[in-house]
């Protein structure tokens, strides 16, 4: 079992930035693929971004490519999302996920059932 603890977030004015962490317990970390899903009010999880276990390769929501940067430090088994020129449209929960095997399949890095274990999420708010 893995487990994931989210932090963080908080109460941000638009064009502010803030740093997410995501430490991982449990099992190794560093083959791991570790991603960030976030969900805004009356709206569904949606994929924000994603390191496989080299952090060399990455993905992002075409909406946040050039804001947001993933990264990770495998020596401390956490995994962060840099959040750049907020918008009001960011305020989400956003999650922490881990998958053990993630397919190579194009866009599979953007599925919810692709993951096998999540966080319990953290609060971002963005004011105008």
């Known amino acids: 079992q893995v487990q994931l603890v989210e932090s963080g977030g908080g109460l941000v004015q638009a064009g502010g930035s803030l740093r997410l962490s995501c430490a991982a317990s449990g099992r190794t970390f560093s083959s791991f693929a570790m991603g960030w899903f976030r969900q805004a009010p009356g709206k569904e999880r949606e994929f924000a971004a994603v390191?496989?276990?080299?952090?060399?390769?990455?993905y992002y929501a075409d909406s946040l490519k050039g804001r947001f940067t993933i990264s990770r430090d495998n020596a401390k088994n956490t995994v962060y999302l840099q959040m750049n020129n907020l918008k009001p449209e960011d305020t989400a929960v956003y999650y922490c996920?881990?998958?053990?095997?993630?397919?190579?399949?194009?866009?599979?890095?953007?599925?919810?059932?692709?993951?096998?274990?999540w966080g319990q999420g953290t609060q971002v708010t963005v004011s105008s």
């Open positions: 996920a881990a998958a053990q095997k993630l397919p190579w399949y194009s866009g599979s890095y953007s599925y919810e059932r692709e993951y096998d274990y």
């Open positions: 390191t496989r276990g080299s952090s060399v390769i990455t």
